[in-house]
């Protein structure tokens, strides 16, 4: 359903953009289990999933917020009537309707209104479709056409997909314009039946026309993408943290919104793997106003040339540390021998994707002489996930991660800090993207951050800061 959801909303802002609907008129598309789903009345361009109505073939409302629109009996009954009919779409427009006021047929008079060769029949009354004996009458009317204008009010177009809605709907209109402008220069010259016929069929087994029309539906669709990101860009303040410093971030961002007068968005809190990495999203210059991530990434941030590097600022440190279900017993890390019994002794050790993990496998455990151990049985967890949460769900025995990212973690306990002579403290930076649209007010929130005002919420968080740290304040030396 989620796919025809996305669909829907493609065809709703296509014909939105293009005048089809302006405040009447509304689309349907056909579900399983003798249902549909249909636009409520009076909806905008920025109409969203919530905006649809999800009926049955007796007229029950099922699912939904508000109302469906008064003329739902013209879709419930073509569907009940059309079982090859999968989407509906009801507008009032100016050219089509013109031909039910005008004593004129309409007829094609250009190609692409071949499509509609096997007729265009004329609903009879003006009147709004609001119960289903007028549906059923509109349903009969229309037969096993394409399309049933309706006198002195709109059109229904109908399809097997809604693809084939739209881009019909489209089509329709356009040969309805095409023979209003030929009236007005004389005598229409109308495609007669037979050509008609052969021409649409044509299209009709080439579709052709369903591709380009659809096509330039998905790029309008890309078009209306963009510009909701751009101003939504433009209202946000956008955030990339990795988990080393989220707690203390998600503790500030109410003073943040307030400092700079702004909404702040959070992009994400793990510095992530794959595509999916802080790293990569950088790399694709994602609109991001503010990088907080470890030091030795902050470094390759700026040099890689994707951080201002006079706007890089180490702000906090932080402490390696294990932890364990809750229920369990408190791991033993009191001395190097006993760390490496914990270690031994666990059947799952959990690491993350950040230097913490990179550590343990590459340096901790080969100081504590247990890598051939404990190696095949340490467990990588990527795509942001935290390692406490893996050993909550009993998944692993021992967690390994900073302290500030295994203290917020529901369902683990005993969060221990490994003996100081194997504590490797990661620092923490802050910088601002060289591509940022807020620059000065990203440096403004960097300012707040390694000020007093945020010392309470770095401590609280696990990590100790930097503020007072005069030789550590800025990544690169002033």
């Known amino acids: 359903m989620d796919e025809l ?49 999800v009926m049955d073939l007796d007229g029950n409302k099922l699912e939904g917020a508000g109302d469906p629109p008064r003329e739902y009996p013209i879709h419930l009954e073509i569907y009940a009537a059309r079982p090859d009919v999968n989407s509906v779409v009801h507008y009032h427009g100016m050219y089509s309707t013109a031909f039910t006021t005008s004593g004129r047929q309409l007829r094609p008079i250009h190609l692409m209104g ?28 229309l037969g096993r056409n394409r399309a049933v204008l309706m006198c002195a009010h709109g059109a229904t177009v109908t399809g097997e997909s809604i693809e084939e809605m739209v881009v019909g709907a489209f089509l329709f209109e356009e040969n309805a314009q095409r023979a ?10 109308w495609i007669n039946d037979e050509l008609a016929a052969n021409a649409g069929n044509e299209l009709l087994k080439s579709r052709g026309p369903f591709r380009r029309v659809w ?3 998905e790029q309008e669709h890309e078009e209306f993408s963009v510009e909701n990101r751009r101003a939504e860009e433009a209202g946000t303040f956008r955030v990339m943290t990795s988990g080393i410093f989220t707690a203390a971030y998600q503790a500030l961002v109410p003073k943040l919104e307030k400092l700079i007068g702004k909404k702040v968005v959070t992009l994400t809190t793990s510095i992530g793997t794959g595509e999916k990495s802080i790293s990569n999203r ?38 390696l540390a294990l932890a364990v279900r809750e229920g369990r017993q408190a791991p033993d890390v009191s001395t190097p021998d006993a760390l490496k019994e914990t270690f031994l002794a666990a059947e799952k050790i959990a690491y993350s994707a950040s230097a913490s993990g990179k550590y ?6 080969q100081k504590l002489g247990i890598a051939d151990e404990c190696l095949p049985k340490s467990l990588f967890v990527g795509d942001g996930e935290r390692t406490g949460a893996v050993v909550a769900r009993e998944e692993a025995d021992l967690a390994f991660q900073q302290l500030s990212e295994l203290l917020p973690v529901p369902g683990i306990a005993h969060i221990t800090p490994i003996p100081e002579e194997f504590q490797v403290s990661f620092r923490v930076g802050v910088g601002v993207p060289t591509w940022s649209r807020n620059a000065q007010l990203s440096r403004s929130v960097i300012r707040y951050i390694a000020s007093e005002e945020s010392r309470d919420a770095i401590a609280e968080s696990g990590l100790k800061c930097l503020i007072d740290a005069s030789d550590c304040e800025w990544l690169v030396s002033k």
């Not at 802002?13 to 009076?42: C, K, Q």
């Open 5 to 53: 959801v996305v669909k829907a909303l493609k065809a709703w802002r296509f014909l939105y953009r293009h005048g089809f609907i302006e405040g009447f008129g509304h689309i349907s598309v056909r579900l399983p289990g003798n249902r549909f789903m249909v636009t409520r009345h009076s909806l905008g361009l920025e109409a969203g999933s919530e905006d649809f109505v």
């Open 180 to 189: 209003t402008i030929s009236a007005t220069l004389g005598e229409p010259v």
């Open 114 to 141: 071949t499509l509609f060769h096997e007729g265009i029949p004329t609903y009879d009354d003006p009147r709004l479709i609001n119960d289903r004996e007028r549906g059923a009458y509109l349903a009969q009317t």
């Open 282 to 319: 950088l790399k694709r210059f994602e609109a991001v106003d503010l990088v907080i991530a470890a030091e030795c990434n902050m470094r390759e941030f700026v040099d890689q040339g994707l951080i201002l590097e006079d706007s890089a600022r180490l702000v906090a440190k932080s402490s």
């Open 215 to 217: 096509a330039l539906v």
């Open 360 to 365: 343990l496998t590459t340096q901790l455990y």
